[in-house]
């Protein structure tokens, strides 16, 4: 190969690669609901040995169980960052899969709606891209706001109960990733 043939090669492939690095980057802080919260923990979801998405936990005050999550009072932050190309219908069947593993059924047919809701919102979307952001914000007294590309996507939904059923997709006892589970919880190897 030609030395300018190559340079270019190179130089193409860094460019290329310069968008996942800066991914990782999730604020160390986050204000919501003149509450400021910390990053409690932040990993990668992995399906087989392929990236899906990059997420991060925001919490109050800092906690390293799920029980202690789950009974933790007042605001709450998941983001994400997409890693590959993501169908929206995928991703909303999968967080109802993870919602009835992780959550006893008459708790999932009592907030049918808010759960309607979630699959609605991103089966709605054709597809997220890599890079593309989403997230999931509960604010007591309001509900659940959910996030594409930092626009809200429509009015907040259910209850605290109904944000720990959506915590539990990732922190339940049948998690989306176990190794993200722990990450998440502050957790490291």
């Known amino acids: 190969m030609r030395p300018r043939l190559l340079r270019k090669v190179l130089l193409t492939l860094v460019l290329s690669a310069l968008p996942w690095l800066a991914w990782a980057a999730f604020p160390s802080n986050v204000r919501l609901a003149d509450t400021e919260l910390a990053l409690n923990g932040q990993g990668v979801r992995y399906r087989v040995v392929f990236k899906v ?3 991060a936990l925001y919490t109050a005050k800092p906690v390293t169980t799920t029980e202690q999550l789950l009974s ?3 605001p709450k932050r998941l983001s994400f960052v997409a890693l ?3 169908p929206g219908t995928d991703l909303g069947l999968a967080f109802l899969k993870g919602l009835s593993s992780n959550s006893p ?3 999932v047919q009592k907030h049918v709606v808010s759960t309607n809701r979630l699959i ?3 089966s ?3 597809k997220l891209m890599p890079g593309d952001t989403f997230a999931m914000e509960f604010v007591p007294g309001k509900g659940t706001q959910f996030f594409i590309q930092d626009q809200p996507q429509g009015a907040p939904v259910g209850d ?3 944000f720990n059923m959506v915590l539990r997709i990732w922190v339940g006892s049948s998690p989306a990733d176990h190794q993200l589970r722990d990450r998440l919880l502050g957790k490291t190897d």
């Open 53 to 55: 998405y990059e997420m």
């Open 72 to 74: 933790l009072p007042g």
């Open 84 to 86: 590959r190309e993501l």
């Open 105 to 107: 059924k008459d708790q």
């Open 120 to 122: 609605e919102i991103f």
């Open 124 to 126: 709605g979307k054709p």
């Open 160 to 162: 605290a109960e109904f």
